[in-house]
């Protein structure tokens, strides 16, 4: 799950971390007032979206004037005008694709002399099974660029969690920073709080960018992006009720209602499959023939009947699907079920693509034999090379 910067910010304070005062707006009427409350003399409006880029990002209904989602006013009035300007707006970054999001608040901030941009993140590395830092001069800037330019500027490293971090782990990192003086004991705090919240919180990443020292040497938390392990979120209900649904895909947000693992991709064939290797796997062999697939949906190895149905109607209500193919392996899964929540599903929502469906495993005979005598318009495949081949054919016509 994503937060906006504000709500990250607000959690690094929790912590005693070091960050700019600020000030969340959802309202254009609001915004004077909000940016009265902050010292100036240079106020910073931030438009807040789930999506990097913002600073380099543009508006879709500004033809002319100032471009961005992230503004430098030299007085209130200017700071308030600003922030009129964004809400409502769509914002369009190299992340959020040509569609972009609309701007429904945005964060107006006290300004920073900033004397040197660096980056700080935290992730879990999936091959060592630890938290693991990365640490760069390069801030403010795509860090997946530096990396593929100059991978030399970037230091990496895991926290042990036997021992936790400890002071060394600060001192490294302001080294590699190439910080000095009081800065570097500062970092060496900053890095031993980031690590407690990582952890308490159960983040997947945490991410400084840009981390700043300012004219008076003291480190700051200039921009935050926080992501939290979706599967931890039943542990805080804190972190739950900053969820902002509106910056989330509709047919995401459904599926989740359902525990259905959906992601909705950009090309035309929808999936229904059961496991997450073997839905990796159908997106490959869909590709191999020459398709795209419009999404990733793992079912799980449960489903019910109404779980299926409701996948079915979650693939269909992207109008980019031209096809649909359901790969089922059955173990757990029985193939019976899924073969009657997918009639239940046509027979509800009705069918106007090309519909595939591949079964082996546990009652598959079975399975079988209830869409052939569903009376609907149902391919069925030998196997998955051979549903893969006739739902890409379906479709290409």
Known sequence: ???????????????????????????????????????????????????????????????????????????????????????????????????????????????????????????????????????????????????????????????????????????????????TGKAVKQCVTLVTKLYQLFTEKDCSLLEINPLIVNKAGDVVCLDCKMNFDSNALYRHPEIMALRDETEEDPKELQASKFDLNYIALDGEIGCMVNGAGLAMATMDIIKLYGSEP?????????????????????????????????????????????????????????LQVPLVVRLEGTNVELGKKILAESGLNITSGDDLADAAQKIVKAVKG
């Open 1 to 179: 799950m994503n937060i906006h910067e504000y709500q990250a910010k607000h959690l690094l304070k929790e912590y005693g971390l070091p960050v700019s005062d600020g000030r969340a707006v959802t309202r254009a009427e609001e915004a004077k007032t909000q940016a009265g409350a902050l010292d100036g003399p240079i106020w910073v409006v931030k438009a807040q979206i789930h999506a990097g880029g913002r600073g380099k990002g543009s508006f879709k209904e500004d033809s002319a004037g100032p471009k961005g989602g992230v503004r430098i006013a030299k007085s209130v009035e200017e700071a308030a005008e600003e922030a009129e300007r964004m809400l409502g707006r769509t914002l369009v970054t190299h992340q959020t694709g040509p569609a972009g999001k609309q701007v429904n608040r945005v964060y107006i901030e006290d300004g920073s002399d900033i004397e040197t941009e660096l980056y700080l993140a935290l992730l879990v590395d999936r091959e060592t099974s630890r938290v693991s830092f990365i640490v760069s001069t390069e801030g403010g800037m795509d860090i997946e660029a530096v990396a593929h330019d100059t991978p030399e500027k970037i230091l990496t490293f895991s926290v042990d969690p036997a021992s936790g971090v400890q002071p060394f782990h600060g001192r490294r990192v302001a080294f590699a920073l190439g910080l």
């Open 294 to 350: 419009a999404n990733f949906l793992d079912v799980g190895g449960g489903a019910t009947k109404e779980k299926v149905t409701e996948a079915f109607k979650i693939i269909t209500s992207d109008p980019n699907v031209k096809g649909i193919l359901v790969n089922i392996f059955g173990g757990i899964m029985r193939c019976d079920v899924i073969a009657e929540g997918v009639i239940a599903a046509v027979k509800e929502v009705g």
